[in-house]
């Protein structure tokens, strides 16, 4: 019995090699008359297999705007901004402009002038400055001193002087440019208002606080028909206006624009948002929101003022004939104002009469293209002045100027 089953069990091991045989000479035997036709068939069985599935994800993707087929690495950040920007694009302008005023520009920019401070090692001040130049186009053939290594930090790189003989004055204008820079705005002064830029005005009223002329304040509206009237002292002139924009790249010092004499200077905190062009179309009255200088006075033919615009990363403004001028302060009242006077009131005795005189002193002079003061990187200067009727500009909107250039003549 145990041979019999031994037997048996051998011989159907041995039927089932052979079977197994012939199935692999017969395969073998098929894929060299198909010419490895075999493996074909098996790749396309496989292909098959993947192809309903490649279908499924293709109509899933489809139905779902491409979302659940993953972007690469690559543009992940370019998908983040074009999202980013279609919702603030669908965003009203209103909310815009409210987030963008709640930003805080003060502190960013006194954070910005301690670092200006930062004095920089010798073998990294060239490496940043040229990138600074390369940035923003700056010509350093025209300052003073060329060698980079000479600035010992960024706020001496941004307030570095010129060579005498680059800024020659215009003598045929009795008007010149105070700075360097691009013409946003320049007219008449209408209805009280001057266009900060085309087609956004502001307020000339708030631009330059109340005003005392004639002995009579400017809220006596009985008087005079507009703010704009109370500023004239003689009926045969009109109120001029010119906007200079200064880019980061531009020369940071402004210059007295003609022979004046400065009575007030009139400091107001606020915001240092950004006078660019393009920030300026969102925000009406911008210049009124902003920190500003505001010297006012009188030239040859009336009132003449001189407004030096703060904005982000400007807070300081500096006066060069005015030590006591601080900006950029932590804490301010807003629609708050400090006034200085340069005019003094001296008291005179008359001889020979016993009485007293009172005589008005004072005022500080300034000639036509000298030293004013300065901006810690770029911002804005306006000029408002009382000129004849039949003034004109030797201007067009987005000229480039640079101090010592014409603005107009009578």
């Known amino acids: ?30 894929e060299r008359d198909d010419g490895g036709g075999g493996v074909r068939m098996r790749t396309t069985a496989c292909f098959r297999l993947q192809v309903p599935r490649l279908a499924l994800r293709r109509r899933l993707s489809a139905l779902k705007g491409g979302v659940s087929r ?47 401070g930062v004095e920089l090692p010798t073998w990294l001040r060239k490496p940043i400055y040229s990138l600074y130049i390369w940035t923003f186009g700056v010509n350093m053939q025209e300052a003073a001193v060329e060698d980079l290594h000479h600035y010992r930090n960024l706020g001496e790189f941004f307030r570095r002087r010129l060579k005498p003989a680059v800024r020659p004055l215009c003598a045929s204008s009795c008007l010149t440019s105070p700075a360097d820079g691009r013409i946003l705005h320049f007219g008449r002064v209408k209805n009280s208002e001057v266009e900060q830029v085309k087609g956004v005005t502001y307020s000339l ?26 500023l004239l002292l003689s009926p045969d002139s009109d109120l001029f206006h010119v906007v200079v924009y ?9 210059h007295s624009p003609t022979d004046w004499k400065v009575d007030l200077r009139r400091h107001f905190p606020g915001s240092l948002m950004s ?39 400007v807070g300081s403004i500096r006066i060069y004939f005015d030590q006591e001028l601080q900006t950029n302060m932590p804490r301010y009242s807003k629609g708050s104002f400090h006034d200085r006077s340069y005019i003094t009131n001296k008291v005179l005795k ?33 000029l408002l002045f009382e000129a004849p009727k039949d003034f004109s500009f030797n201007l067009h909107p987005g000229q480039r100027i640079r101090v010592g250039e014409g603005l107009g003549s009578l």
Not at 5 to 19: A, C, I, K, P, V
Not at 246 to 254: I, N, Q
């Open 205 to 230: 009223e708030n631009f330059l606080g109340p005003q005392n002329r004639r002995g009579k304040d400017s809220s006596d509206s009985s008087s005079s028909s507009s703010f704009r009237d109370l």
């Open 275 to 313: 006078v660019n062009p393009g920030v300026a179309r969102w925000i009406k009255e911008l210049f009124c929101l902003n920190e500003r200088v505001v010297l006012t006075g009188q030239w040859q033919h009336g009132f003449f003022s001189l407004t030096a615009v703060g904005a982000t990363n």
């Open 350 to 382: 008359v001889a020979g009469e016993g009485g007293e005189v009172s005589v008005t002193e004072g005022g500080m002079g300034l000639q036509k293209g000298e030293a004013m003061g300065e901006f810690n990187l770029g911002s804005t200067v306006v």
């Open 1 to 30: 019995m145990v041979r019999f089953f031994s037997g048996r069990h051998g011989d159907s091991r041995r039927q089932e090699r052979d079977l197994l045989r012939q199935v692999r000479r017969q395969r073998r035997a098929s």
């Open 70 to 116: 993953p972007a690469t690495w690559r543009h992940r950040p370019i998908s983040f901004l074009c999202y980013i920007l279609s919702v603030s694009a669908l965003r009203p302008l209103a909310s815009r402009v409210t987030l963008y005023r709640s930003f805080p520009t003060r502190l960013l920019s006194r954070a910005w002038g301690r670092l200006n």
């Open 246 to 254: 200064l880019a980061p790249g531009d020369y940071h010092c402004f």
